[in-house]
């Protein structure tokens, strides 16, 4: 997988599966945050005014099954970041590749169990709320208005972290996003895959 402060096409390769389902991807994904992210959003119930939690709990768009437009921005943030080769796109076509990687971020979660979502909630969450994202990412702008260096700074501060939460927040994000982005078949050609054996992919589609 990708390291978070300077994430290749290549090396998100390997992660890549056999056919373009991005659900496929679910069952390589461990996220367990523990009490870390609940203590942190239990804390930020605190001070309500500054928290951001109605952006929190505003249910997702008509067409997301999973994520909330706060999560929305922070994942269209968070894709440049990782996919580099995003930032040489022009604005029509970046656009349309960060539009299907998000719909594989929200399958992808979708597909999870109800403990793995639970988990995600809560880091989604806390990474919703301003002060805590000031504090815990270094980000003080609206993630929709965040620079690809701005989020490559912010997950290689979790990745250093001496948090096992934050490195552990970091490493889903990451994952999230790299699979969900090299799995389209747009990007197998500058990550250097080479694309599902057709043979096989036949036959499994057949």
Not at 89 to 98: C, P, S, Y
Not at 99 to 115: E, L, R, S, V
Not at 125 to 132: E, G, I, K, N
């Amino acid at each position: 997988m990708p390291t978070p402060a300077r994430a290749t096409a290549p090396s998100a390769s390997p992660d890549l599966p056999d056919s373009h389902e991005p659900h496929d991807a679910s069952r390589r994904l461990f996220l367990k945050v523990g009490a870390g992210f609940s203590a942190a959003i239990a804390c930020s119930t605190l001070l309500p005014a500054l928290t951001g939690c109605s952006a929190a709990n505003t249910p997702p768009p008509p067409d997301m099954a999973f994520l909330r437009p706060a999560d929305i921005a922070l994942f269209r943030a968070l894709l440049p970041a990782v996919a580099i080769d995003l930032q040489t796109l022009d604005a029509a076509a970046r656009g349309r590749r960060v539009d299907a990687a998000m719909k594989n971020i929200d399958g992808t979660i979708a597909a999870m169990g109800q403990n793995g979502q639970r988990e995600l909630r809560k880091l989604l969450d806390l990474l919703a709320s301003t002060p805590l994202r000031w504090a815990l990412a270094g980000v003080r702008a609206p993630w929709d208005q965040a620079t690809p260096e701005q989020m490559t700074a912010f997950l290689a501060r979790w990745r250093g972290s001496r948090f096992a939460t934050l490195n552990a927040g970091g490493v889903v994000l990451v994952k999230l996003a790299s699979v969900a982005y090299f799995v389209l078949p747009d990007t197998w050609t500058a990550s250097g895959y080479p694309g599902p054996n057709p043979a096989i992919y036949r036959a499994l589609h057949s």
